[in-house]
């Protein structure tokens, strides 16, 4: 078991499900069913849930993240974006930057997701970085390239000391909401390299750095991945929905 800066982390991401109601009953199942749990636990509700459910974990030791956040890092005429310091105000303490929906249907280039990376920290979030190849890439055998350069855009922009306080999360596109999932060894062998890549420019940095799997993650696959070396957690898409499921992947994480 990973323990330390590693001990395992297990977030859910809600994408945009969900309504008022059903999200206080999922908070309450997840705050009550995670009290006794070892592992670290993330919710990551759609903004403007966030300031209802940083009132109904007080207490709990599950921590609060958003989804997305503006590159902005003042205030300003951005109708529609929220700031790093608004995420904060709300109880944040992670921010997901670069998701591969945002990066497929909202513009997210490698430059604005360094960008993010950037105001995350900014304000004080730990911003979750996520990367990915899709299944065009994987086939055409360009996965490490791919992974690859998005960590190197948030490297170029950011440094490697930046990394101390980040997440990374490898979610492979064809894995997202498709029910397959990465077998513990293609998983490890991504967030291997991503670990190397860190190390070859710090190594304290690169082994207490948290690398997430995310993609159909559920109770079942759950103890398989996490048990391989460089996966410290899983972000979770669908499973974090269902209280019953998300516990599970939280209890496999927690052995
Ligand atoms: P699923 O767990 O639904 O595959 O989603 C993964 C994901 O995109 C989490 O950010």
Same mark, same amino acid.
């Given at each position: 078991?990973?323990?330390?800066?590693?001990?395992? @982390?297990?977030?859910?991401?809600?994408?945009?499900?969900?309504?008022?109601?059903?999200?206080?009953?999922?908070?309450?199942?997840?705050?009550?069913?995670?009290?006794?749990?070892?592992?670290?636990?993330?919710?990551?509700?759609?903004?403007?849930?966030?300031?209802?459910v940083?009132g109904?974990? #007080?207490?709990s030791?599950?921590?609060?993240?958003? #989804?997305? @956040?503006?590159?902005?890092?003042?205030?300003?005429?951005?109708?529609g974006?929220i700031?790093?310091?608004?995420? *904060?105000?709300?109880?944040?303490?992670?921010?997901?930057?670069?998701?591969?929906?945002?990066?497929?249907?909202?513009?997210?280039?490698?430059?604005?997701?360094?960008?993010?990376?950037?105001a995350?920290?900014?304000?004080?979030?730990?911003?979750?970085?996520?990367?990915g190849e899709?299944?065009?890439?994987?086939?055409?055998?360009r996965?490490?390239?791919?992974?690859?350069?998005?960590?190197?855009?948030v490297?170029?922009?950011a440094?490697v000391?930046?990394?101390?306080?980040?997440?990374?999360?490898?979610e492979?596109v064809?894995?997202?909401?498709?029910?397959?999932?990465?077998s513990?060894?293609? $998983?490890?062998?991504?967030?291997? /390299?991503?670990r190397? /890549?860190?190390?070859?420019?710090?190594?304290?940095?690169?082994?207490?750095?948290?690398?997430?799997?995310?993609?159909?993650? *559920?109770?079942?696959? $759950?103890?398989?991945?996490?048990? /391989?070396?460089?996966?410290?957690?899983?972000?979770?898409?669908?499973?974090?929905? *269902?209280?019953?499921?998300? @516990? $599970?992947?939280?209890?496999?994480?927690?052995?």
């Open positions: 078991m990973k323990t330390g800066l590693r001990a395992p @982390l297990i977030a859910g991401n809600w994408k945009m499900h969900g309504a008022l109601a059903e999200s206080h009953a999922l908070v309450e199942a997840v705050r009550d069913g995670a009290a006794s749990m070892s592992a670290r636990v993330l919710l990551c509700p759609p903004s403007v849930y966030l300031t209802s940083a109904w974990l #007080q207490g030791r599950i921590a609060l993240g958003a #989804q997305d @956040l503006s590159e902005q890092t003042g205030s300003g005429a951005f109708t974006e700031s790093g310091r608004m995420l *904060k105000d709300a109880g944040c303490e992670y921010v997901i930057v670069g998701h591969s929906e945002r990066r497929a249907l909202f513009g997210d280039t490698d430059a604005r997701v360094a960008a993010k990376f950037l995350a920290q900014f304000a004080g979030l730990v911003p979750i970085l996520c990367v899709t299944l065009e890439q994987r086939e055409q055998g996965t490490q390239a791919v992974v690859s350069g998005q960590v190197q855009a490297l170029d922009a440094g000391d930046a990394l101390e306080q980040a997440v990374i999360a490898y492979p064809w894995a997202i909401g498709t029910g397959l999932t990465a513990p060894v293609q $998983a490890q062998e991504v967030h291997a /390299m991503i190397a /890549m860190v190390a070859a420019l710090n190594d304290t940095i690169a082994s207490g750095l948290t690398v997430l799997y995310g993609g159909s993650v *559920k109770g079942g696959n $759950a103890g398989e991945l996490l048990a /391989m070396d460089d996966i410290d957690g899983g972000l979770i898409g669908g499973a974090s929905l *269902k209280a019953d499921e998300f @516990l $599970a992947i939280c209890g496999a994480a927690s052995i």
